[in-house]
């Protein structure tokens, strides 16, 4: 990353060196001086998309393969496996509820149940397991 920072930096002094350059050889009274200052301009928009390109960190594109296999064993249902996404989504109870059209005490059940399975004790802990286990995105 330093050297990015760097490189940028040496290049906008190139650019400042080469508009003082430019003008001392007097190579700016052949066109208006907007003409230059808006190539500077560019110059340095194309400069900067490029480095926040190079210092931006990107997330490798990986698939997301849900582990049957573990649902299985855990022993999860299909309704507490949906629970369970709207869980990880960060949804309430009350807005699974009314996603899943079953009433707040029915997720809070299906909530606990999961609990028991997954060997947690607090929602957090039920998505981190979840995520670790590959079950949910």
Excluded: C
């Excluded at 194309?46 to 582990?67: D, M, Q, S, V």
């Excluded at 996603?99 to 149940?113: A, E």
């Amino acid at each position: 990353m330093w050297r990015a920072v760097l490189l940028y930096a040496v290049l906008l002094a190139a650019g400042a060196f080469a508009l003082e350059w430019l003008q001392y050889q007097y190579v700016i009274r052949v066109f208006a001086p907007e003409v230059y200052i808006g190539l500077i301009a560019l110059g340095f928009t194309a400069l900067g998309i490029w480095a926040g390109y190079r210092l931006t960190p990107r997330r490798a594109a990986e698939g997301f393969e849900k582990n049957d296999a573990a649902l299985r064993s855990l022993g999860v249902t299909e309704r507490e496996f949906a629970v369970l996404e709207l869980l990880a989504a960060g949804h309430s109870n009350k807005e699974i509820a009314r996603d899943l059209d079953v009433s707040p005490n029915t997720v809070k059940t299906h909530v606990q149940h999961l609990f028991e399975k997954l060997e947690v004790q607090r929602r957090t802990q039920a998505i981190q397991k979840a995520r670790a286990l590959r079950l949910v995105p």
